[in-house]
């Protein structure tokens, strides 16, 4: 009977498009409020309003990188629906505030980092859904599909702010996301099989399970894990100031028009749809899964690099295209670590990696508004400055820099084993209680054999 209560929920069997379609309307949402939150941003905070977005992104970054695992870990346990809903509510619950409270607005972007690890989930339930063989082409197109949904919607955005207002932007991106939250509750079907999940939400949860630093003590008991680790965070951490400084970068230095930042977003998001899913695909069939992380990052160097050094408008479309290969990294990176963990650890493992990148929101921005003020250079105008400063003052400084930093998460990641077919090594028999067969739990019990066991298991078993 519970197996029958379980298929009716939602509509069809669990798929990788519901996880899509999850994702696309609450990146589309967001997208939308590209040119309004500039506006927003610099109307509330007149004075430093670049290390102002960067104080706000660290605390929403720092909670998030504290509940990831911990989320991930619970929907392991209670399955993968309940907590979609509860993280796509919370990332989309500051939109209609924007308008309405931008202080209240902004405290609850930093207050929502704690819920905001929608993407966590997302890749447990696309784990749970597909084959080891097919897992890294359905992680391109979950990451394509965020590319996708910010193809057109800054345009949009940027349109119906000039015709109509910032208010009529709030309010469409707000519908989208109550369309998602509907989405979830109507259409979506929990993903994790029944005898994986608890039958309760009564049973106790011990401070073991619930300390968000549990998993990352147990990175160090495993090469492989660890090495993908260092290599997100030093990877993603210049990616995640680039995202908040770009825009303004290419509107005050290289003079970008709102309409042409559209542009620019919306070809970079097409490119980006082409490498996650045609090119990904090729190349995790010809040259494997460690290969295409290794190209992924030459690819995100070589644009970072051009953007730190560029200064005309066509070094920066160039970029913007060697950016969308970059992009290929952590859907491999996601494929990569998935294959490693057990079928039972999929919400934790990819928890622990989109904590990292919830770290890496919070650090990135800091550290690049940190290098800006360093050079003098203060993003908090909305008009373009003086060609002349601009020629002698570049703010390119963060960008080498981040390119720096992925150097190093290049050679860290040439020493990740590759992962071999090898005949399986004898281990000794599990215990009952801790079997996948168990209704009650799928996590190993405090002093059993497993506990001391890393979190993913070695490559040649």
Known sequence: MRDASAAQE???KASVYHAVVIIFLEFFAWGLLTTPMLTVLH???????????????GVKGLLSFLSAPLIGALSDVWGRRSFLLVTVFFTCAPIPLMRLSPWWYFAMISVSGAFSVTFSVIFAYVADVTEERDRSTAYGLVSATFAASLVTSPAIGAYLSACYGDNLVVLVATLIALADICFILLAVPESLPMKM?????????SWEQADPFASFRKVGKDTTVLLICITVFLSYLPEAGQYSSFFLYLRQVINFTPTTIAVFIGVVGVLSIVAQTLFLTLLMKTIGNKNTVL??????????TWYGLGSEPWMM??????AAMSSITFPAVSALVSRSADADKQGLVQGMITGIRGLCNGLGPALYGFVFFLFNVELNELTPIDTAVSRTVIPGPPFLLGACTVVVAFVVALFIPERSAQPEKPCPARKPSVSLASPNTNTPLPGSDEDSEPLLQDSTV
Do not use: C
């Open 10 to 12: 939602g509509i069809g």
């Open 43 to 57: 109307e509330t905070f007149p004075q430093h309003t670049f290390l102002m977005n960067g104080l706000i992104q």
């Open 197 to 205: 999940r608890l039958n309760t939400w009564g049973v106790p949860i």
């Open 295 to 304: 190209l992924g990052l030459g690819f995100q160097i070589l644009q970072l």
């Open 317 to 322: 479309w160039a970029a913007g295209a060697v």
